[in-house]
Every structure is written in structure tokens, then in C-alpha cells.
């Protein structure tokens, strides 16, 4: 498949893909003139990359995936990334409650509202970045980038 068939099929653009090769999650086969070639599978490597962005894993995350002989899905890192999902869910619920409940709250001033606060308090919690679960692996198995 050249790149731009593989651009349709997954319905990414060809400098996503150009992109992805450069990261060494995919590799072309060859070119046909100026055009990159992929074999078939690269069509369900794109899903995999596609599932893993739209669990929150980054693209060093997933590239740690990929072996020469094909995905090697780390599960602890996906039971602590559903982890840290569920964590995720909590707190917009809890935000979309605050809300709901700031838009009928009958107090004269928000700020006097003890369930805005709460919210704001929540607010404020997620600013801070959270850590990445990978290079926190990668520490404490002792494996540095160079």
C-alpha cells in the first residue's frame, strides 16, 4: 500500500504517517518513486495507535509497545493507566455535578456556595501535572534514554 491508500484506510493524514514513521512506530517497505510503502498490517498498527491516544497513552508510551516481532502490551501499565481512567471519570463527574449544581444554586454570591468551592477546589487539584507512569517505570527498572 502506498502512503496515500494508507492515508485513506485509516483516515489519517499522510504527514501523521510520515510523522509516526519518524517515531518508529510504523516502518514503510520501500517507496515507489517519492511515495512511502506499508505493508497490509500497518493498517491495525495505526488502531492500536489510535486505541492507545484515545486511553491518554502518549506516543513514547505506545512506541514502548512495539517490539521487532510485534505488540508487547505491557498490562500492568494498562491496568494503572484504567487506574488512572477511573480516577478521570470521578473527578469530571464530580465537576459536571458542581456545575449542574452552580447553574440552580440559590445562593446570592458562588463563592458563599460550599458545593462551588468544592468544585473549584477539584479545579485547582488538576492543574498539577500528573506523572508519567512510564518513565516512572523506566526509573525503577534503572533504563535511562540516552
Request: proline share 3%; glycine share 8%; aromatic share 4%.
Amino acid at each position: 500500500m502506498d502512503i496515500s491508500e494508507v492515508a485513506k484506510a485509516s483516515g489519517l493524514p499522510a504527514s501523521t504517517l510520515r510523522f509516526y514513521e519518524e517515531k518508529g512506530l510504523i516502518q514503510s517497505t520501500g517507496r515507489n518513486g517519492l511515495r512511502r510503502l506499508f505493508s497490509a498490517n500497518v493498517i491495525e498498527r495505526l488502531a492500536l495507535i489510535s486505541l492507545g491516544r484515545s486511553a491518554g497513552f502518549s506516543l513514547d508510551e505506545i512506541g514502548e509497545m512495539f517490539t521487532s516481532e510485534g505488540p508487547d502490551i505491557n498490562r500492568a501499565l494498562l491496568l494503572a493507566k484504567a487506574d488512572e481512567l477511573d480516577r478521570t471519570i470521578e473527578e469530571l463527574a464530580s465537576m459536571r455535578d458542581g456545575l449542574r449544581h452552580a447553574a440552580v444554586c440559590k445562593a446570592p454570591n458562588h463563592f458563599e456556595c460550599p458545593k462551588f468551592l468544592r468544585l473549584l477546589h477539584v479545579a485547582g487539584k488538576n492543574r498539577v501535572r500528573q506523572p508519567n507512569k512510564l518513565k516512572e517505570n523506566k526509573l525503577k527498572r534503572g533504563v535511562q534514554k540516552t
